[in-house]
């Protein structure tokens, strides 16, 4: 284990949110049998844009920050989709836990003021995707995580836990495309342990990637250079997701 030695003089995620939950992550924890490989990779001072699949669950992100917390001593800050601070008491807690809305703007003060930030480029999208995609991304069309990189020179760390798409089985369902492409909410069809909601006793396991750092800006092919930086990424991603689910 890395020793803890924080750089960043304010850790974005408040101090009392984290004691109130550390008993419920801890308990996901073990229920999980949670573990991460590869933590040297996480830079231990300055900024860097932590990349990962976004599950259906979405706690398995939590699950690493904490890890990665205990071996480091750093808090990541996190970009997340608009819906979240459309709801008054979830945008409250989520900027309680670090949690800022994505945009290009936030994401260049984060890694301005030194952070490590968490995205999750496939958003809801990629989350909702039924049981028959599990362990792949949705990422083609989404590249501003790319852009940002490379105008601000942060690293990409990618961290790939494809076994967080075993905790449910997402069902096809027209119905869902059809609510999330009009209303941005998502109504999946799912099933946990048994026949219950409940997410299954999955062993998860985060593999990180070694930093990525970002070629120098293209002013002469901003946008062609950051078409083919992604084809990169994603192409990392999946080998990475792959070698995860062997673990």
């Not at 300055?46 to 071996?71: E, K, R």
């Not at 800050?77 to 008491?89: E, N, Q, V, Y």
């Amino acid at each position: 284990m890395l020793d803890p030695r924080p750089d960043n003089p304010r850790s974005p995620v408040s101090p009392v949110l984290v004691e109130r939950f550390r008993p419920l992550v801890q308990a996901l924890r073990a229920y999980h049998r949670h573990r991460v490989i590869g933590l040297e990779h996480v830079p231990r001072t300055g900024a860097g844009l932590l990349v990962l699949n976004h599950s259906l669950a979405t706690y398995d992100g939590v699950l690493f920050a904490d890890a990665m917390h205990a071996a480091s001593g750093r808090w990541p800050a996190s970009l997340g989709d608009d819906l979240i601070f459309k709801t008054p008491l979830v945008a409250d807690f989520a900027r309680r836990a670090g949690v800022a809305p994505a945009s290009p703007g936030n994401g260049h003060a984060l890694l301005g003021d030194g952070h490590l930030v968490v995205v999750a480029p496939g958003g809801m999208r990629e989350a909702l995707r039924p049981s028959e995609e599990r362990h792949t991304v949705r990422w083609a069309r989404r590249k501003g995580f790319v852009r940002l990189a490379i105008e601000t020179g942060a690293p990409v760390v990618l961290v790939a836990c494809p076994a967080a798409d075993d905790l449910f089985t997402v069902y096809p369902s027209g119905l869902t495309a059809r609510f999330y492409k009009r209303f941005k909410l998502p109504l999946p069809l799912i099933r946990g342990l048994g026949p219950t909601l409940l997410p299954r006793p999955v062993r998860l396991t985060h593999l990180v990637g070694a930093p990525i750092a970002p070629p120098a800006p293209d002013a002469d092919d901003p946008d062609g250079q950051v078409d083919r930086w992604h084809a990169e990424i994603v192409r990392r991603m999946e080998a990475l997701m792959t070698a995860a689910a062997r673990r």
